[in-house]
């Protein structure tokens, strides 16, 4: 079975601005310490914040399911403001999920605004599609929402 969720959430910020943080390694970086409750730590495993770079998450105690996943960055567009990460060990996979993918896109609505869209496509083996609700933007909902209130906190400063 394959499937896509999808979030988007309204920055009031530049596409630049928020791309600065979305589009390398500084995401991982601020994750932990913005969202302690959801991820313990984001390390480098391997490259340099480019296509092939390969990251490894460490969940926070009290994610049901979860204890870490590895991530590798498939796709960045510095022009249009697009990343792909691919779930190459861990998380869903050890759910039954064959595939799982985060396209962030933050899309400039204006030189003032723009929305940071999170998709996530699935696949899952037939027999295992109760596992589906694992599968859930709530995570990148709230990266999102954490790391507009951290740029705009900093352009205060």
């Not at 770079?53 to 009290?62: E, F, I, K, Q, W």
């Not at 498939?74 to 039954?96: P, Q």
């Not at 799982?100 to 027999?127: A, F, H, K, M, P």
């Amino acid at each position: 079975m394959k499937g896509s969720l999808c979030h988007e959430f309204e920055t009031g910020l530049p596409a630049a601005d928020v791309w600065e943080i979305y589009g390398g390694l500084r995401i991982g970086q601020l994750a932990p310490e913005l969202l302690p409750d959801m991820l313990k730590k984001v390390e480098l495993v391997d490259g340099d914040g480019g296509v092939g770079t390969v990251l490894h998450l460490t969940y926070s105690p009290g994610i049901p399911g979860f204890e870490y996943q590895k991530e590798k960055f498939i796709k960045i567009d510095n022009e249009n403001y697009v990343k792909e990460a691919l779930v190459v060990e861990g998380g869903v996979l050890d759910h039954g999920f064959q595939k799982c993918l985060v396209r962030y896109e933050i899309i400039g609505q204006t030189d003032e605004t723009s929305t940071i869209r999170s998709t996530i496509e699935y696949e899952i083996d037939d027999d295992k599609t109760d596992n589906a609700s694992f599968v859930s933007t709530s995570g990148v909902a709230h990266i999102a929402e954490a790391i507009t209130k951290y740029i705009k906190a900093q352009k205060k400063r």
